[in-house]
């Protein structure tokens, strides 16, 4: 049963915290993807990966950190630098960057205490 | 700068007839598309995609059409049917953006029984 899973699927954050969110796939995807939601938007990207030991930011990175020591795995730091973390955050794989469609997870709602 | 727009927020239909999500970017170097579907709370699911050298591409009751020198896709869905009401994004990636997806803001679509 392959897929991308996430956890926890609901997140709370105290002020001056960092939390980590997971993203794990077992779809042996060579990139990875994360995503912010917020109501009424599109998705925008964090990070991404393309492969292991390998990422780049997105578009809107700051306040946010990355890791990708495998490759099944890629998980996302919100720091305290992010003033704004309240959001639906998704992650995605695709098999490469070059044109493959991405696959998303169930999502992660984190909330600010 | 919106990159891909869906100007229409929600869209209502009757169960049975066609319901038609519209798209329009501005990048003319964007070569590969995608419409995904999502349940609040949810992560996106992918629905259909379409390449920059194809019109049309079917699956089902799904059909993207694109027109490029409009820079506009579609999708239409016949027959609709209620549960198809979700959240339609379109998305839109480019040979240099390594993969990267640009998101439209999303289109609601609500079919009535």
């Known amino acids: 049963d392959g897929g991308i899973t996430q956890s926890p699927k609901y997140l709370f954050r105290k002020e001056g915290q960092n939390v980590t969110l997971s993203c794990e796939q077992n779809?042996?995807?060579?990139?990875m993807y994360w995503y912010r939601q917020d109501p009424g938007q599109g998705l925008r990207l964090i990070y991404y990966?393309?492969?292991?030991?390998?990422?780049q930011k997105g578009d809107i990175a700051e306040g946010y950190s990355v890791s990708r020591e495998k490759k099944e795995s890629f998980p996302l730091t919100v720091t305290s630098a992010q003033k704004n973390p309240t959001a639906f955050y998704l992650c995605a794989s695709s098999a490469s960057t070059g044109g493959e469609t991405q696959y998303f997870g169930p999502g992660t709602r984190l909330l600010v205490l | 700068d919106q990159q891909v727009k869906q100007n229409s927020p929600s869209l209502s239909v009757q169960e049975g007839r066609i319901s038609i999500l519209n798209c329009d970017y501005t990048?003319?170097?964007?070569?590969?598309f995608l419409w995904y579907k999502k349940y609040p709370a949810e992560g996106p699911t992918f629905l259909i995609s379409i390449s920059s050298i194809k019109d049309k591409n079917e699956d089902g009751r799904f059909t993207v059409f694109l027109n490029k020198s409009a820079k506009h896709l579609s999708l239409h869905i016949v027959p609709s049917q209620p549960g198809d009401s979700a959240v339609y994004f379109c998305a839109a990636s480019a040979p240099s953006n390594t993969g990267k997806l640009i998101f439209g803001q999303g289109t609601t679509l609500q079919v009535k029984p």
């Open positions: 990048n003319s170097m964007f070569d590969y």
């Open positions: 990966s393309q492969i292991v030991n390998d990422f």
């Open positions: 779809l042996n995807h060579d990139a």
